[in-house]
């Protein structure tokens, strides 16, 4: 039986029900393996009080620090984190936080490996727990954790040790294997373990399921937090230069009111709207009901919407960020394209003008499977601790 803790500062609470819901259905289905127990860390980043005591802080605070969720055995211990440090305490914060309730975790669950969901500051604050405890140590990258943290001059440092002191590496896409390789870490030690989509949720529907929201005529749908680097502005401006599409934009996020100020300024709010948070369950229904998925991200590792659209039968029109050739590898996914608004509404309208049949577009998911990713990831954890034992 391999005993597994996993360490996850990205992961939903009853507060943040969509944080990281990959992370959530990834370690769901670890736990479920036969030859698998598992225990959840998902530590709470808090500033100091008074601070803690604002909102949305004061949510958190509310949270339990053990809890039952969806079957798991959850620990959500709180960890300082110091404005205006660029994270640059965090990971000391954090291991210091969590040394006393591992050892706890330890008196009746001996843990074989720790599993870090994120690479900072689950990565370094991992390693060293695994050193403290010993046992192996793997960390898992997902985007941003590389793309920013791996480079910002604050923790940068601290993201290559980890990487560099891991007994074992993940990327979500061959490109992040790249990335991480270029800031340092050793290729031979990263592992690409691709998502996973549930192929009996996320399926193909009647495209005509779109005058539930609202929309007529063709609908263009966009997911992803409402900030500059997911590029939602482009595929305004692409979808506002298409007569008669639609657009709907499912996510929540600090670029709210110039995006809305932008919509007003083209003068197109009667076919392009912010949906605000959509729950990940409703998630199915809005994309069947689209034509096309489009987002303009500056940089991915390799996004979750992507794979979910295609599941639906919707291909995808975005950037060539991360794993984006990955993904679109027949005509029938969708296209990769320059990150500005013409070739957004070029591909947005060729693609309108001449649909893919949608279950050629379903086939592009058929290899991103939840199954293969619990499988690869047991497989991981597994030869590591085989290793540390030998």
Known sequence: MLRVLTLATLFPDATRPNFGVF???QTLGLAAHAEVELRLVAPIGLPPWPLSALSPYRALNGLPTRERWKGLDTHRP???TLPGTQGRWHVAALVRQLKPLLTEIRRDFAFDVIDAEFFFPDGPAAVALGRHFGVPVSIKARGADIHHWGRAQATARQVVAAGQKADGLLAVSAAMKADMAAIGLAVASIRVH???VDLARFTPGNPAGRRRFGVQGPL????GALIPRKGHDIV???VASLPGVSLLIAGEGPQRAALEAEIVRLGVADRIRLLGPVPHDALPDLLAAADIMALASSSEGLANAWVEALACGT???ITDAGGAAEV???????RIVARESAAFARAIGELLATPPP???THKAAANFTWEANTAALHHHLSGLVAASSS
């Open 194 to 196: 691709h998502t996973g």
């Open 23 to 25: 992370v959530e259905r």
């Open 358 to 360: 949608r279950d050629e």
């Open 236 to 238: 305004i401006r692409a």
């Open 220 to 223: 263009v749908m966009s997911l």
């Open 315 to 317: 291909p995808i029109v």
């Open 78 to 80: 709180r960890f300082t």
């Open 328 to 334: 679109v590898r027949t005509p029938a996914a969708g």
